[in-house]
């Protein structure tokens, strides 16, 4: 068995076209999340999916890169082929617009993937704080199963609540962080599944796996996801950076 992180990385971001490339701290964005991927104890080789040769050139001589077909209509396919992966190989799908990446998940993952052979996926949540974060379709929740499997994710605020305002105190309520871990063989069969109804209907790839049978674990963890959707964010994901390296000299 093998385990393979893969960052599928593009240059045509909708809301920020070239953004893997976008200085951060003078260093392009997704060689930030390279570095945080490399520093996962249980990786045994970290790829670099992508489909442009300026990404390719970037990060010539700092990690392995892929090239892959530019007709991939998502990340999954992307990261599918890439890792070309045996049965039961275990793959990451590490997001390629999150320098603030934790390590320590990755591994996490990747020892409930070991430990039981029965999940198909595992991936990552997090606390809701906010019902501004609750309320938003840009935020995606999931409900968990008793034995911490997802039974379903949405844009929308779910659980609901019949009545009165939602507790958020009370841990029920969870913010889905996008990073994935797969079985090989259960990767190869999601991307050869055309999208359900479902996942059409809510925008959201992980709802494929759970139509089609897939178990998904889910860590829930302190980690906020903090990404690069826009340049906008850049700036306060420099401030934590800059905190992050200080703490580490």
Not at 42 to 55: K, M, N
Not at 78 to 89: G, M, T
Not at 105 to 124: F, N, Y
Not at 214 to 241: T, Y
Request: aromatic share 4%; with cysteine.
């Amino acid at each position: 068995m093998k385990v393979i992180g893969v960052i599928p990385s593009r240059w045509g971001s909708t809301r920020f076209p070239g953004k893997s490339l976008y200085p951060i701290l003078g260093k392009p964005l997704v060689e930030w999340v390279v570095e945080a991927a490399q520093r996962a104890k249980e990786l045994d080789e970290v790829r670099v999916a992508t489909d442009d040769g300026r990404i390719a050139d970037a990060l010539q001589g700092k990690v392995k890169v892929v090239m892959t077909s530019a007709d991939h209509p998502t990340g999954t396919d992307r990261v599918a082929e890439a890792a070309d992966a045996a049965e039961q190989d275990i793959v990451i799908n590490i997001q390629g617009d999150e320098p603030l990446i934790d390590p320590a998940l990755i591994d996490t993952l990747v020892l409930r993937m070991k430990a039981d052979p029965g999940w198909s996926m595992a991936t990552a949540a997090t606390l809701i704080k906010s019902m501004a974060d609750l309320q938003a379709t840009t935020v995606v929740k999931v409900v968990l199963a008793a034995d911490g499997g997802a039974l379903y994710f949405s844009r929308s605020a779910i659980p609901c609540r019949r009545d009165g305002s939602p507790d958020l105190a009370g841990g029920l309520y969870l913010r889905h962080l996008g990073i994935y871990a797969y079985r090989g063989g259960f990767l190869r069969r999601l991307v050869a599944e055309p999208p359900c109804l479902l996942e059409q209907t809510e925008s959201l790839e992980q709802l494929r796996a759970l139509y089609i049978g897939g178990r998904i674990a889910v860590i829930q963890c302190d980690d906020e996801g903090v990404g690069v959707d826009c340049p906008g964010d850049v700036p306060r994901v420099e401030k934590i950076l800059r905190s992050k390296e200080m703490k580490r000299v």
